[in-house]
């Protein structure tokens, strides 16, 4: 019959459920696996500073202050949504995953050394660990302000999406969450309990050099080490992918050879645009005023 279905022939849905399936597209596969790696870092992060603020500044007070001072900074995502609109996300994430190894595998370990553990003749100064140390979480806010929004979990794929000019379906954004929040789990469950027991053997390679450091300044070195370790290694994951697999060129930005002040000023009325969008929206308003 002329409406009917020939021997072999898949049936509708059949037709419909492979047609549905499409792949990952390959800049969005590394974009995945860069993004692994950095889901990987705040797993680490999130399970690791309190025990090494506790470490480095003997309070557990100082944990809150530390946080308090992330949490600040965190204040200026409005500033990240106006800039993804006018910067590549591929330079946002290489950007933010330099700045946050900076941060904590080069400055945090340069603090321990020189202030903690005397590298350079310098006797212990507690008061200038901490405050370098709320210093740190503060930039590491900021910096973790500006990458969120190009994030798997913030809508990152649809930004890298419309970058290089290809369609990303429901089916594919779903997968890609998925797959964001089991390796977010998979880090907390594997990966924080190794570096812990990595931990453990740094300490006891720390005391069996014979340094002239109490118990104390033996774990947080200890901690820092670990800490610093991860991130970059963690970082090096993500580098590799972004640099390899996400293209340098991109579609839809403005003219680079704009002016830096004419490229401000454009951040800054992005801003303002966004920020009166959200005081003219009553639940808005009330979670900016709680921040």
Not at 41 to 69: D, E, F, H, I, Q
Not at 194 to 213: I, P, T, Y
């Amino acid at each position: 019959l002329s409406g009917g279905r020939g021997v072999g022939e898949p049936s509708g849905s059949a037709a419909a459920s492979s047609s549905s399936q499409q792949p990952i597209h390959p800049i969005l596969r590394a974009y995945l696996c860069g993004q692994v790696g950095t889901v990987a870092k705040m797993a680490l992060w999130w399970t690791t500073l309190s025990p090494l603020v506790c470490a480095l500044v003997g309070s557990s007070g100082a944990v809150a202050v530390a946080r308090l001072a992330y949490n600040l900074a965190l204040a200026l995502s409005p500033v990240a949504g106006v800039l993804a609109e006018l910067v590549p996300v591929r330079n946002i994430l290489t950007a933010t995953t330099w700045a946050r190894v900076l941060l904590w595998a080069v400055v945090l370990p340069l603090l321990w050394l020189v202030f903690v553990g005397g590298a350079a003749g310098v006797e212990p100064m507690p008061a200038v660990v901490y405050g370098g140390l709320l210093v740190v979480s503060f930039a590491d806010g900021l910096v973790v302000a500006l990458s969120n929004v190009v994030d798997i979990d913030c809508g990152g794929a649809d930004l890298v999406a419309g970058n290089y000019h290809f369609e990303l379906d429901d089916e594919v954004r779903s997968k890609l969450n998925s797959l964001h929040e089991m390796a977010f789990s998979g880090s907390l469950i594997v990966l924080c309990p190794l570096m812990a027991l990595l931990g453990v053997a740094l300490e006891r390679l720390l005391d069996a050099a014979n340094l002239d450091l109490d118990s104390g300044m033996l774990a947080s070195g200890a901690l820092v080490g670990v800490f610093a370790l991860g991130f970059l290694g963690l970082t090096l994951n993500s580098l590799f992918w972004y640099y390899r697999g996400m293209p340098t060129k991109v579609f839809g930005f403005r003219e680079e050879q704009e002016s830096l002040a004419t490229k401000a000023r454009w951040v800054l009325q992005g801003l303002w645009e966004a920020l009166r969008g959200a005081g003219r929206h009553r639940g808005l308003r009330w979670r900016l005023g709680l921040m």
